[in-house]
Nanobody, 120 residues
Framework: QVHVVESGGGLVQAGGSLRLSCAAS????????MGWYRKAPGKQRELVAL???????NYADSVKGRFTISRDNAKNTVYLQMNSLKPEDTAVYYC??????????????WGQGTQVTVSS
């Protein structure tokens, strides 16, 4: 069994910063790509940032230059440093991890979500 747990959301004023963390645990053989998605009310879920096992990164245009994704492979943990936050960043942020539980089997696992609210 695999667990993916986020932490670090909250309420912040525009221009402020937050750091999200996400740890994967359980019966893990290998962790491949990890990433962050978000869903705002009335909008579809969108990719925020993705990081490969070799730390190649990909960002949504809307967060480039403001958000930084990183990971600690020894801890199976991914981070999202969010700076210069804007009210339009308000959403529930979900962690996703592509995890292999055996050499031949991999799936995407999702966290429960953490609320980020940016006040103007």
């Amino acid at each position: 069994q695999v667990h993916v747990v986020e932490s670090g959301g909250g309420l912040v004023q525009a221009g402020g910063s937050l750091r999200l963390s996400c740890a994967a645990s359980g019966s893990i053989f290998r962790v491949d790509a990890m990433g962050w998605y978000r869903k705002a009310p009335g909008k579809q879920r969108e990719l925020v940032a993705l990081i490969s096992s070799s730390s190649n990164t990909n960002y949504a245009d809307s967060v480039k230059g403001r958000f930084t994704i990183s990971r600690d492979n020894a801890k199976n943990t991914v981070y999202l440093q969010m700076n210069s936050l804007k009210p339009e960043d308000t959403a529930v942020y979900y962690c996703m991890a592509n995890i292999a539980t055996t050499r031949y089997s991999a799936d995407s696992y999702w966290g429960q979500g953490t609320q980020v609210t940016v006040s103007s």
